[in-house]
C-alpha cells in the first residue's frame, strides 16, 4: 500500500484500533504487544510513545514498519509526522497542539491523516481541512493522556457522527464492558490501549473485542 486511496480502502475495513503504550504494557514491550494485535487479527494499529526520544522512536517505527508490513497492517505514527514519513508509515495522528493539519497533507500527500477532536466544532474543522479520519473522545474517563480532557461519555458521538462525511474512531476508556455502549451510539471503528496493552493474552483481548463490534454489525 502506497498510494493514499489503498491505504483509505485498507482502513474502511478497519474495526478494532489498537494504540499502543509501553508504559502501560504490565512490562511487556511494544513489539510483545504487536505480536499479539496481529496474532489476534486486527488490521491496523498505532505506534503511540509519548516519552521516547525521537531517535529511539525512529528506531522502533522502523521495527514496527518491517512486522506491519509483512503482516498487512496499517501502520499510524502518533504525533510525528517526521517519523511517520521516514519510517514508511501508512500515516499519522494528530492531536490538537501537533502540527496544523493543512501543514501537514502538504509534507505527506498519500499519507492516511487522523485529528484528535474533543467536540463537534472541532470534528467539523478537522474534517473541512481534509482529515482523512478524526477521533472523538475521550468517550470515557481514561488515564492515558497526559493532560486530562473531560470523558464526553458515548452521547458525544451520536452528537457529532450525524454531522461527518469522514469515517471516525472513538476512544477513551473503551474496554469489553462498555464497548457495546459505543456500538450503540454508532461507532464501528474503536480504539483502545489498556484494554489490549494490559490484558493478560493481548490476542485474546484483540479477538474478544473485534468479536463484539463484528456481532454487533451483523446485527445492524
Do not use: W
Not at 498510494?3 to 508504559?23: G, H, I, M, N, W
Not at 491496523?44 to 508490513?69: G, P
Not at 456500538?183 to 480504539?191: C, D, F, I, T
Amino acid at each position: 500500500m502506497n498510494t493514499r486511496s489503498e491505504r483509505l480502502s485498507a482502513f474502511a475495513a478497519v474495526d478494532l484500533y489498537p494504540v499502543t503504550d509501553s508504559s502501560q504494557s504490565l512490562g511487556r514491550s511494544d513489539e510483545e504487544i504487536l505480536d499479539g494485535i496481529i496474532a489476534g487479527g486486527a488490521r491496523i494499529v498505532q505506534l503511540r510513545e509519548k516519552h521516547l526520544s525521537k531517535r529511539d522512536l525512529f528506531a522502533l517505527a522502523r521495527r514496527f514498519r518491517e512486522t506491519t508490513a509483512a503482516a498487512g497492517l496499517l501502520l499510524i505514527v502518533n504525533d510525528h509526522l517526521d517519523v511517520a514519513l521516514a519510517c514508511g508509515a501508512d500515516g499519522v495522528h494528530l492531536g490538537q497542539d501537533d502540527l496544523p493539519l493543512a501543514a501537514a497533507r502538504q509534507l505527506a500527500p498519500e499519507l492516511i491523516i487522523g485529528v484528535s477532536t474533543h467536540d463537534l466544532p472541532q470534528a467539523l474543522a478537522a474534517q473541512q481541512d481534509g482529515a482523512d479520519y478524526i477521533n472523538i473522545g475521550p468517550i470515557f474517563p481514561t488515564g492515558t493522556k497526559q493532560v486530562p480532557t473531560p470523558p464526553r461519555t458515548p452521547d458525544a458521538i451520536r452528537e457529532v457522527a450525524p454531522h461527518l462525511t469522514i469515517p471516525f474512531t472513538v476512544m477513551g476508556g473503551i474496554n469489553r464492558d462498555n464497548i457495546g455502549q459505543v456500538l450503540e451510539a454508532g461507532a464501528r471503528k474503536v480504539a483502545v490501549v489498556t484494554a489490549v496493552t494490559t490484558a493478560p493474552d493481548v490476542a485474546a483481548a484483540v479477538r474478544e473485542l473485534r468479536g463484539l463490534i463484528l456481532a454487533h454489525e451483523s446485527l445492524g
